[in-house]
């Protein structure tokens, strides 16, 4: 349900809303940092801030900032912007949805639930709570967790990279 992009959108928002600063941070730090293609990472940025979500900064000293407030920033408004609007695959032109098929209702409230979810979380919930807790912390993986790239020498001497495996 939801994709790569806006996964990477997730991470990179929480990310950026654990930080204990406002200074804005370059995609190819953020990138490091997350273990993501710096130029899919940057992409997944555009798309941010054209919802307005995050704001980039120009400059030899500019970067990412968020642009609203963690609470203000539903996952509805993140999935939106990564994959596009929730459209609903039932009859919506129906002035009463009662009289339409049973499968054109079940779809109804299947899209009325999936927008219920997605607007009712928010980054501030990711920020406040981004890891399994305790115990769990160390047995189960979560995407949410930063994965560093790993730089390596190769064969030639040459730098190489390669990334953590995760589970998802």
């Known amino acids: 349900m939801l994709t790569k992009t806006t996964r990477s959108a997730i991470r990179l ?13 370059s995609p190819r730090v953020l990138a490091e940092q997350l273990g993501e ?22 400059g030899v000293a500019g970067g990412m900032v ?11 408004a993140i999935v939106e912007a990564c994959q596009g609007a929730i459209l609903g695959d039932f009859c919506d ?5 009662a009289k339409t098929c049973a499968f054109h209702q079940a779809c109804a409230e299947l ?10 979380w928010t980054l501030a919930d990711f920020i ?8 769990l912390h160390k047995r189960i993986p979560c995407w949410l ?7 390596s020498l190769g064969t030639a001497g040459r730098k190489t990279r390669r990334r953590t495996k995760r589970i998802d």
């Open 93 to 97: 032109e129906a002035p009463d949805l």
């Open 66 to 76: 968020l642009h609203r407030a963690p609470e203000t920033v539903t996952m509805q």
């Open 128 to 135: 406040q709570h981004p890891r399994p807790i305790g115990m």
């Open 37 to 58: 293609s710096p130029t899919y990472l940057a992409k997944v940025a555009r798309q941010l801030g054209k919802a307005g979500i995050l704001q980039a900064q120009r």
């Open 145 to 151: 967790e930063p994965t560093p790239q790993v730089v």
């Open 111 to 120: 899209h009325g639930a999936i927008l219920g979810v997605l607007s009712r």
């Open 13 to 25: 928002l929480t990310y950026l809303g654990q930080l204990d600063t406002s200074e804005p941070l």
